[in-house]
């Protein structure tokens, strides 16, 4: 991917998913080598966080919806909460408020997860809030693969 071609190749979005892999790797083995002085409850919290508000509502409504459109709200939301940004505008205030711990990585352990384990990243507008493929995207990527259009693998 580049500022002018802003897609993954399947090897790129593998590689891409492997680096969160490694990070997911390394915030959950910290958190487990120091899992005495973690405070559980305050890890859940921050790992329920991001879903709760972020992926939950729009979810609940996409269902609602049976493949019907659903407000752009819903996106914004997900975005806001899966973002690096507010994440660390998460910690840093909890750190400010409380101080550091570390059941602040489960912030990252979620996040990498998302991003490694299942591969969601960022919901653009033009695609379901749940995976589905978009048929656009399917032909382009056979045209780009050199194969017909409507054909995958």
Do not use: Q
Not at 75 to 88: G, I, K, P
Not at 123 to 130: D, H, I, N, Q
Not at 134 to 140: E, G, I, R, V
């Amino acid at each position: 991917m580049d500022a002018a071609n802003r897609f993954e190749s399947p090897v790129t979005y593998r590689l891409l998913r492997a680096e969160y892999t490694v990070g997911l790797a390394i915030s959950a083995g910290l958190l487990l080598w120091h899992w005495r002085d973690v405070n559980w409850p305050a890890a859940a919290a921050l790992f329920a966080y991001i879903d709760v508000i972020g992926y939950l509502p729009g979810a609940v409504a996409h269902h609602r919806a049976k493949g019907g459109e659903i407000s752009r709200v819903y996106y914004v939301l997900y975005n806001t909460m899966h973002s690096w940004l507010t994440a660390a505008a998460v910690v840093g205030l909890w750190v400010s408020l409380w101080g550091w711990e570390w059941a602040l990585l489960a912030v990252p352990v979620h996040l990498c997860g998302d991003r490694g384990l299942l591969g969601n990243f960022l919901k653009p507008f033009s695609v379901e809030f749940e995976p589905k493929a978009h048929p656009a995207f399917t032909d382009f990527e056979a045209a780009l693969a050199g194969r017909p259009a409507g054909s995958r693998g």
